[in-house]
Each structure stands twice: as structure tokens, then as C-alpha cells.
């Protein structure tokens, strides 16, 4: 059964989130791709204001493709999110609670993650035009000029994701390893 949480996400919901959880993110989300992120963290660097509000945000990692006529956006699926770990640990030093995208994420990002109580949740790649049906609104908000990496503000419902990575730093792509090489070893023991 699936979570229902709203977003902006605050600390206390993002800690009480399990790597595992599969969750329906209902509220306000923001969009931004590595462009972006380098833009801020440059804001940061120089102890200027940012163009959005970081404060208990969920940072999707995607750039949307253009919209047809009355849709609200393109397909939207997310971006191997790697791309954003230089950025990241920054950005949750301010009140980033949360980040959807796709693919593991390193060290740091981890460090920063349960230091500050922020989560990571995976969206599945291969699915923006079914993802796009749950965003009910897009508007650009910053860096206009990146087109599709853009920084959009998006009005989400029931937007699925999965918990990658808590906030204790349990990582699904490892427990899921060892769960199926678990299961893998007792079924042999069961053959022989």
C-alpha cells in the first residue's frame, strides 16, 4: 500500500519515510537537471538568494519535453540523478528534503542525506508520458533560458515514487541485492 505524503516535504515526514516505501507525492515540486543545480550552488558560492524556496523542497530531476495542446507538460521522466551529486549536498545543507530521479547516488549525497534528513525517491525511467499525467500544473520559475532544463514549479497528485535512500542511509539497491542473493542461497539449499 502506498504512502501518501505532500510536498513541500518537512524533515519530520522525510525521516519517518523506510528505503522501500513506495509513496504517492501529492502538492508542490520543483524541477531542475545539473544546469540548474550548477546555477545555484554558483548563487550559494557567492551568498546571493536563491530563485526558488530549498525549505523543505523535493527537487525532481527532469527535463520535460514540450507539451502538446492541452497538456500541461511533455513526457517527464527523470534524469540519471549522478549528474546532480555535486550539487546535492549543498542544497540539502539548506532544507532540500527530498529528490526524485533515477540510478544510485554517491557518498556524499548519502552523508548529507542523513546528516540533514533528507530522502531520495525513484521515479521509473521509461514512463514520462504515464508520470506526466499526474502533474496538474508547470510553470517556469527560474532560468528560463535552459528551456527544458529550466526550473519549473509543478502542482503534483499522487505522483509515484519509491524510497531509494532514507534518511538512516538504507539503500533499496543494496537491501533488494542481498534480499534476492538471500533467497537465491536458500532456494539451492532447498534443491540439494
Do not use: W
Not at 505532500?6 to 523506510?18: F, I, N, Q, S, V
Not at 524541477?31 to 526558488?52: M, N, Q, W
Not at 530521479?101 to 546528516?115: D, I, P, Q, S, T
Not at 496538474?136 to 502542482?155: F, H, N, P, Q, T
Amino acid at each position: 500500500m502506498a504512502i501518501k505524503i505532500k510536498a513541500p516535504l518537512t524533515r519530520e515526514d522525510a525521516r519517518a519515510l523506510r528505503a522501500g516505501d513506495s509513496c504517492l507525492i501529492s502538492g508542490k515540486i520543483y524541477t531542475a537537471r545539473d544546469a540548474a543545480h550548477k546555477r545555484l550552488c554558483e548563487l550559494v558560492s557567492r551568498g546571493e538568494k536563491l530563485p526558488i524556496d530549498i525549505e523543505n523542497s523535493v527537487i525532481y530531476f527532469v527535463g520535460p519535453t514540450p507539451e502538446r495542446p492541452g497538456q500541461v507538460i511533455g513526457s517527464a521522466g527523470p534524469t540519471t540523478s549522478y549528474r546532480m551529486d555535486a550539487y546535492s549536498p549543498t542544497l540539502i545543507s539548506l532544507g532540500q528534503t527530498g529528490m526524485i530521479g533515477k540510478g544510485k547516488r554517491g557518498a556524499e549525497v548519502v552523508e548529507a542525506m542523513k546528516e540533514h534528513g533528507a530522502v531520495y525517491f525513484g521515479a521509473i525511467g521509461g514512463c514520462g508520458a504515464l508520470l506526466s499525467r499526474c502533474i496538474r500544473s508547470s510553470k517556469v520559475v527560474a532560468y528560463d533560458d535552459l528551456g527544458a532544463e529550466a526550473i519549473r514549479l509543478l502542482e503534483v497528485e499522487d505522483f509515484p515514487v519509491v524510497v531509494v535512500i532514507d534518511s538512516d542511509g538504507n539503500n533499496l539497491y543494496d537491501i533488494g541485492r542481498e534480499s534476492y542473493l538471500a533467497a537465491r542461497a536458500e532456494a539451492r539449499s532447498d534443491e540439494a
